[in-house]
């Protein structure tokens, strides 16, 4: 699942970086949790969590159907 966590998130990016920000894959845990952490412009933005709820993590339930939850560190 790692692998597929990584290709969906490397899809992702383009957007992110295009904001000078960016998104780090920190953990994908054996119960199907994500755990990525927000660098650059993306650590203090204000629309952080909109941008993981509905950007971030709809992107990688939708690539990896198996993930349960992503979470910001």
Known sequence: MLKKVEAALDKIRPSLQ???GDVHLVEVTA???VK???IGACA???MRQMTLQMGVGRALKKEVPEIKEVIAI
Request: negative net charge.
């Open 44 to 46: 203090g933005c204000p």
């Open 18 to 20: 295009a904001d000078g």
């Open 31 to 33: 119960e199907g949790i």
């Open 36 to 38: 990525v952490k927000f």
